[in-house]
């Protein structure tokens, strides 16, 4: 087949295939056309986008710098300002350590000022020390070589004050024999028909000075407290050690138990307490006759032994009023320690025992003891009867109360004087026949002054001391138990409640102890 070609661009007929082509070809093309145009676009659209994305990066770099930079100069202000801080603590603490240095300087100056005071303060104490020492040295020799002087001639009046009151025991006996064998003016005979008593004599002048010279003792002990106080008063030691003293004697009475070896601990703590008065405070010293009865001779001790000895004896006499009024039995322990401390031969003075301080208690508060009587409804007679007062000036106190406290005291009378020193190598303080003298001074009251309280005291000194009153003085005991019990109390007034009990105490013995008077 031939083939007419046609110069190029000539309108020639195509066939529809090729037409097809040139079609799609500018389909093809303009799509590409509109393809190019939309990436073109979309590439516009991404870059405004990107831009815009940039601008907003850019804007937050921009604020974040700012804000980097606000933190900057934040902490750079908060750096400097605690640079400053710490340089103002540290000027502080220059400050605070140059015024620790200096007060540090200071009390160094002052402590070396103290300690120099100190040193010799203590070089001055060391000095008075030894000089006090060398005074207690020198008052310790003194005291021996006087000791020495005399320790022969206390042997000597020892030995002889045992030979005298063997004889006054002696003389008692045998008063108390003649005593019961002698009749009784007003016809009194006891049961079995044998006389006991003679006419009771009236109080005699010297039994009458001897009681004011007990009392004159007892105010006397009362000005020597004064003169202790106003001494503790200018001695702050003996004022501390003086009260310190008085409680635990005190103490050590109110602790005494009846029964064996309960009561040693009491008993030296108040010997020890004694004898460091003597030997501690040896001054001042005040005289020995002002504080007995007769005394042998003059003698110098230490003022802080009287007064202690003085508050032993109101400590002895209370608890005799508060216990012994009860209990009777307890008399008995309270009464050998008081007799144990004034037989120690280191309170003595020269060998004379200051027993009389605490007798002149007793005379006291229980003067019929002595052989004292009066009537008991008038204010002088109840005085000389050992009536007391519930407070100094005021009211007498009631019946029973009185009853009781003369129950103790004579309990404790009984239990200081009768004492066994047989076995003892200490001289008695008290011997017996103070207690044989007690008991006739109260059966010889004439018959109208017979009261209570001679009664109540009488009942008192027996019951629980018959024993040893009979150890001591024999069969004359035992008449003079008798007349007490069934004689005296018909002297007693009518309708006395207290001789019905001392009449009851003969039952009581038959009883409890097999004694038939």
């Known amino acids: 087949m031939a083939i007419k070609e046609s110069p190029p661009g000539s309108p020639a007929k195509d066939s529809p295939s090729r037409q097809l082509l040139r079609e799609l070809s500018r389909l093809s093309i303009t799509r590409q056309e509109d393809w190019y145009e939309q990436l073109d676009r979309e590439s ?16 937050r770099h921009e604020q974040v710098r700012k804000d980097a930079e606000a933190e900057r100069d934040r902490i750079l202000q908060l750096e400097q300002e605690r640079q400053k801080a710490e340089a103002r603590l540290q000027e502080e603490r220059e400050r605070q350590a140059r015024a620790d240095q200096e007060e540090a300087e200071k009390r160094l100056v002052a402590e070396r000022a103290e300690a120099a005071a100190r040193a010799a303060r203590a070089e001055r104490a060391a000095t008075q020390e030894r000089e006090a020492e060398e005074a207690r040295q020198r008052a310790e020799k003194d005291r021996r070589d006087q000791e020495a002087q005399v320790k022969k001639e206390n042997q000597e009046a020892e030995i002889q004050r045992k030979v005298e009151a063997e004889r006054k025991s002696k003389e008692a006996a045998i008063a108390a024999t003649r005593l019961a064998q002698r009749t009784e003016s007003t016809g009194f005979t006891i049961a079995n028909g044998h006389p006991v008593t003679s006419q009771a004599p009236a109080q005699t002048a010297e039994r009458e000075n001897e009681h004011q010279r007990y009392l004159q003792i007892h105010k006397t002990l009362k000005e020597m407290r004064a003169f202790m106080v106003n001494q503790a008063k200018q001695d702050p030691t003996l004022k501390s050690r003086m009260g310190d003293m008085r409680r635990e004697i005190k103490k050590s009475i109110g602790q005494l138990r009846e029964g064996k070896g309960l009561n040693s601990k009491p008993q030296a703590s108040i010997q020890r307490l004694l004898k460091e008065a003597i030997l501690s405070f040896p001054q001042p010293t005040v005289s020995a006759a002002s504080f007995t009865k007769n005394p042998a001779q003059d003698a110098r001790i230490p003022a802080l032994l009287i007064y202690l000895l003085n508050q032993l004896s109101k400590a ?83 019946e029973q109360t009185h009853q009781d406290r003369m129950t103790g005291l004579g309990a404790g009378y009984a239990a200081l004087s009768l004492r066994n020193f047989e076995k003892s190598r200490s001289m008695n303080p008290y011997p017996p026949y103070h207690f044989w003298q007690a008991v006739t001074a109260i059966l010889n009251v004439p018959a109208g002054h017979v009261t209570e309280t001679h009664l109540v005291i009488l009942k008192a000194l027996l019951a629980n001391s018959e024993a040893r009153f009979m150890e001591f003085f024999g069969e004359s005991a035992k008449k003079i138990l008798r007349f007490a019990i069934k004689g005296y109390p018909t002297r007693a007034p009518k309708g006395s409640v207290a001789a019905v009990v001392l009449s009851n105490l003969g039952d009581t013995l038959k009883k409890d102890k097999n004694m038939y008077l």
């Open 44 to 59: 516009k659209e991404r870059a405004a986008i990107h831009r815009n994305a940039l601008a907003i990066a850019l804007a």
């Open 316 to 398: 002895v006499v209370s608890q005799l009023v508060r216990e012994a009024a009860v209990a009777p039995k307890i008399a008995d322990p309270i009464g050998t320690i008081a007799v144990s401390v004034f037989a120690n031969n280191d309170f003595r003075a020269n060998g004379e025992s200051l027993i009389d301080i605490l007798i002149a208690k007793m005379h006291v508060v229980c003067p019929p003891l002595f052989g004292i009587y009066g009537p008991d409804n008038t204010e002088e007679g109840r005085t000389r009867l050992g009536w007391w007062r519930e407070v100094p000036g005021g009211p007498w106190i009631n």
